[in-house]
């Protein structure tokens, strides 16, 4: 059977299971559309946080950009992991112990102001938009390089599916249908990962065959060969200073990130909240540690495969045909000797590829079987549309909770609520669809605006609302307000406006750090300058810097009960 | 809860994530970017320790850090929760 045939197999059986799970878990009340009746156990809400959190960036871009970046790549491999230790220790405890239904509910509450929250929903939003804008677009690749559809009808197509879970089920239906999500995507990545580190280095597990194989050195010494640097040398094209603030904005961002957020809301306790971090980040760590394996070996195979190759015969293979009509793999014999020359500047070099396909042709190159192949489709659809579900979701509460709940009309009934949440998941399907069909840039790097944005905006204001009593409105509104301001325009003017990066050369991607110090020096010295916030506010602080209250059961965490 | 317990348990809490919150800078920030290029003078397996730290090893060690905080924090709910089964 063809490629094509094993994934629409892959497909339609994976999204007939999501549409089951969508289906049993449907929702009457605000509760279960918005938190999962805070109900999930610690190791589904891991898988679950795992599968909201790995998008088409980390499944697709990630790998391909390391492969392309070598050290430098590292920035994501860190910055998208050690913000869950930021997190876990710092924020999703004591938000769950909050326990309100989202981000700006506690922005709200702690800081005593609606213009607070109005603050956070639009930061909320403007965040989410951001990253779900690179998720249709992913879902549109997959399609229309393996049902060989147009990748708008590709786009449409997971607007129909996200809305369906989304609208009917809420954050319950979206759980676990995150769940299954996260079991289809890791199976993917791993067993194409699995298959090219035993064929390369006869050792079946990729983080070994990584450390302990000769791939990397080999791949170094290809490299030096073609005129590159060599694929571990550090700081080949950026600065140590970038790497280290990009690297800390995408550890803060993920750390701030809502939709990540609103993840520990739905679990029974405190203590499941922890676990639940770390069981996240074990899941989410699977997949990471194994991405740099396959970045270097496929690197290597590409280079293998391509340079020094007569074109004549590349261009009758299968994968680069099909590819070349997506446009994110060109070929052009610019000396017209018929050989391929891969160099490292762009006006010589033969061979021209997106990042994007690195992972998807991965499989194609090393000549897997072409179940694999389409397997790795199906993947790389449950990590967009797992992702695009869940920041829709945050969308849609922001909306329909925080602006027409809390705002607007307090006196909203339970059927009222849940139906304003459906519409708004309607309107956020359709702008996501637009953002799908007209994309702004390619898909890890619009991502990458995210992270900085919810660096510069939420992560201080959480922080310092628990650790900080001191900290009252007046701060946390102006911390917010130029934290989100100057990071937008940085970011705005470098990308868009030919601004020179002026701050020692820190690109857009890594000034989301700056924006953080920002707010966190602005909320502290208004702060100051102001009064101190309210007694019952003080008393709230107080409270969930308590030993957690709730009673520590089984059903928790999935394992032992405490003595 | 009766008041003086409450400061102890704040005060060990933020004292653990001191701890472990130096640990992770050290292992991503430091290891892994400020100090690269001098580890990797020394390898791991076929792989420079620097490169191998930035790109696998602080993974492995956030892992762990999180899972030892929950653990941590379950003996200090323990220790200032007498009854755990009731609020």
């Known amino acids: 059977m063809t490629v094509e045939v094993w994934t629409t197999i892959f497909v339609i059986i994976t999204f007939m299971v999501y549409l089951y799970i969508g289906w049993r878990s449907r929702v009457k009340d605000s509760k279960g559309f918005f938190i999962a009746d805070q109900g999930v156990p610690a190791i589904a809400n891991g898988a679950a946080t795992a599968a909201d959190w790995m998008s088409a ?3 697709m871009g990630m790998a391909g950009l390391i492969s392309s970046l070598g050290y430098d790549g590292s920035i994501y491999l860190m910055g998208w992991t050690g913000g869950y230790v930021l997190l876990a ?8 112990k909050f326990g309100k239904y989202t981000v700006p509910d506690f922005v709200g509450d702690r800081y005593y102001s609606n213009v607070a929250r109005l603050v956070a929903v639009v930061a909320a939003i403007f965040v989410s938009l951001t990253y779900v804008a690179g998720q249709m677009r992913g879902v549109g690749i997959v399609f229309s390089r393996f049902l060989q559809v147009d990748v708008n009808i590709g786009v449409m197509i997971g607007m129909v599916i996200v809305g369906f879970f989304a609208i009917l089920g809420g954050m319950k239906g979206i759980t676990w249908t995150q769940v299954a999500q996260y079991s289809v995507l890791i199976v993917a990545y791993l067993i194409p990962a699995i298959a090219i580190a035993w064929q390369l280095t006869g050792n079946p597990i990729p983080q070994l065959a990584f450390t302990f194989g000769d791939v990397v050195d080999k791949l170094n010494q290809v490299q030096l060969d073609l005129g590159f640097d060599a694929y571990t040398q550090p700081f080949a094209s950026k600065s140590m200073l970038d790497i280290l603030f990009i690297t800390i904005a995408l550890m803060v961002g993920t750390a701030g990130l809502p939709h990540v957020i609103v993840r520990f809301y739905t679990v029974p306790n405190v203590r499941a909240a922890r676990y639940s971090a770390g069981w996240a980040l074990l899941f989410i760590a699977l997949l990471y540690t194994s991405a740099p394996a396959i970045a270097s070996f ?37 000396n017209g000797n018929g050989i391929i020359e891969w160099t490292p500047t762009e006006e010589t070099s033969d061979v021209k590829i997106s990042p994007d396909i690195i992972v998807l042709s991965t499989p194609e190159v090393a000549k897997l079987a072409p179940w694999v192949v389409a397997l790795v489709a199906a993947g790389g659809l449950a990590a967009a549309l797992s992702t695009a579900s869940g920041l829709l979701l945050v969308i849609s509460s922001s909306i329909a909770h925080d ?11 339970e059927g009222e609520r849940v139906l304003v949440g459906r519409i708004m998941v309607g309107f956020a399907i359709l702008i996501a669809g637009y953002f799908g069909i007209n994309p702004p840039g390619f898909v890890a790097q619009v991502v990458a605006f995210a992270f900085g944005l919810a660096a510069a905006s939420f992560f201080p204001v959480i922080l310092l609302g628990i650790f900080d009593k001191r900290t009252n409105r007046e701060g946390a509104i102006a911390g917010m307000v130029s934290g989100l301001l100057f990071t937008t325009v940085y970011i705005l003017g470098v990308k868009f406006y030919g601004m020179s990066p002026w701050f020692f050369g820190v690109s857009a991607e890594g000034i989301g750090t700056l924006g953080m110090l920002i707010n966190l020096v602005v909320t502290l010295v208004v702060s100051r300058l102001t009064p101190p916030p309210p007694p019952e506010i003080q008393a709230l602080v107080e409270n969930l810097r308590t030993p957690g209250d709730a009673p520590l059961a089984l059903a928790d965490i999935g394992e032992e009960q405490l003595d | 809860m009766t ?40 390898s791991i397996g076929n792989l420079p320790l620097g490169f191998w730290m930035a790109q696998q090893g602080s993974i492995f060690v956030f892992v762990a850090l999180i899972f030892i905080y929950a653990k941590q924090m379950d003996k200090l709910d323990r220790q200032y929760n007498a009854n755990p089964k009731q609020k």
């Open chain 1, 89 to 96: 220790l710092l924020l999703a405890p004591y938000l769950r």
């Open chain 2, 3 to 42: 008041s003086p317990r409450v400061p102890n348990y704040w005060r060990q809490n933020t004292a653990l994530i001191r701890t472990l919150l130096i640990v992770w800078g050290l292992v991503s920030l430091v290891f892994s970017i400020l100090l690269v290029q001098p580890l990797n003078n020394i």
């Open chain 1, 298 to 334: 496929a690197r290597y195979n590409l280079i293998n495969t391509l340079h020094d190759q007569p074109i004549a015969e590349v261009q009758q293979l299968d994968w680069v045909q099909k590819w070349q009509t997506t446009k994110l793999l060109t070929l052009d014999d610019k």
């Open chain 1, 57 to 59: 960036a980390s499944f």
């Open chain 1, 403 to 413: 602006v027409y709940y809390k705002l607007l009309k307090p006196d909203a009934s």
